[in-house]
């Protein structure tokens, strides 16, 4: 089945990410396109004034060493690459966030220029927003400091964020267009991805005995297996027996393990789960994690998707590409225009 990322657009999606990787790239200075920069020797010499030496000038907006390990930091993070990168890895990588940098500068830059009402009261409202998401102002401030972020950092990316959402959401995503057409073509040629394979959505009832387990221990758990089963067979609730006995994590949802397709269980599991019909329970099922009874809720069956009841996906997902191809070709002619120092 296609699946559509909820998003305003990648587009938007892409120059946040940049931001957040780059945080206070811009050290709550102002942006001047008109500045005239210093010649190629004073960049490599100049630092800003926290002291830090600066990769590269943008129309005169200096990015920090700083600001590129930091935004190195959380990019290795997202990707969880844990190891070290060989040179020649860690060299192609940092040029790509020096790039990542330099686009959202230049982006930024341009977005200044357009006045958003109520601004600092929008700031102050999405700050708000993020620290609401964490459990204690501790926490907050601890996250923060994980990224390298200060509160200032905080609220300059912020300021940003907003800045460049306002000039993308005018300048490209109100003028993007899809047509029905075009939606049915993206259809046609792409079917596949809109098929949906058969599913299943069940519960269980886990009593853990891993292959470490002895054999007395494994005879134990089937029998505590065996004696939950006939109080389901004899009319208790599943969920509740789930949510008192289950060793599984889903114990606390019941024993709900949502949907899943074939292939992504292990084999005993998932023979049993699609040989039940809706409202079936099975019997004690072995697997290396032990003992399980099993409920299937409900079933797919493999299906596709009619056009109409994804077209408006499709239509949204088009015109997100368009944007998308707007903004990239906008930020390269930004670069050939702009006067970028590289030390």
Avoid: W
């Amino acid at each position: 089945m296609f699946s559509f990322k909820r998003t305003v657009t990648p587009a938007v999606a892409a120059i946040a990410a940049t931001l957040m990787l780059s945080a206070g790239v811009f050290a709550g200075e102002k942006a001047d396109a008109a500045a005239k920069p210093a010649d190629q020797k004073t960049v490599a010499k100049e630092a800003d004034a926290k002291g830090q030496a600066v990769v590269v000038k943008v129309n005169g907006q200096g990015i920090t060493r700083h600001e590129v390990d930091r935004a190195m930091k959380v990019m290795l993070a997202q990707n969880q690459v844990q190891e070290p990168l060989a040179p020649e890895a860690q060299k192609q990588a940092e040029a790509a966030v020096i790039d990542q940098l330099t686009a959202a500068e230049l982006l930024y830059q341009e977005a200044a220029k357009v006045k958003v009402a109520d601004l600092d009261k929008l700031v102050d409202e999405k700050v708000a927003q993020n620290r609401a998401k964490f459990k204690s102002e501790q926490d907050f401030v601890e996250a923060l400091k994980g990224i390298d972020m200060s509160m200032k950092d905080m609220q300059d990316f912020t300021r940003k964020d907003i800045l460049i959402n306002n000039f993308i959401e005018q300048r490209f995503v109100a003028k993007a267009v899809a047509t029905d057409d075009e939606a049915k073509k993206f259809y046609d040629q792409n079917i596949d991805r809109f098929k949906k394979e058969e599913a299943v959505r069940a519960s269980h009832i886990l009593i853990g005995a891993d292959q470490k387990a002895s054999p007395e221990e494994r005879k134990k758990a089937k029998e505590k297996a065996e004696a939950l089963l006939k109080r389901v067979k004899a009319g208790e609730d599943f969920a509740a027996i789930a949510k008192a006995e289950s060793s599984c994590p889903s114990a606390s949802q019941g024993g709900d393990l949502g949907a899943f397709g074939r292939g992504q269980t292990v084999p005993a599991f998932e023979s049993a789960a699609f040989g039940l019909k809706p409202g079936e329970v099975s019997g004690v099922v072995e697997t290396e994690f032990g003992y399980h009874i099993i409920k299937v809720v409900e079933k797919q069956e493999p299906s596709t998707e009619k056009f109409d009841a994804v077209k408006g996906k499709i239509l949204n997902y088009l015109k997100q590409q368009k944007v998308q191809q707007e903004l990239s070709s906008y930020i390269d002619e930004l670069k050939k225009t702009a006067k970028i120092e590289k030390n």
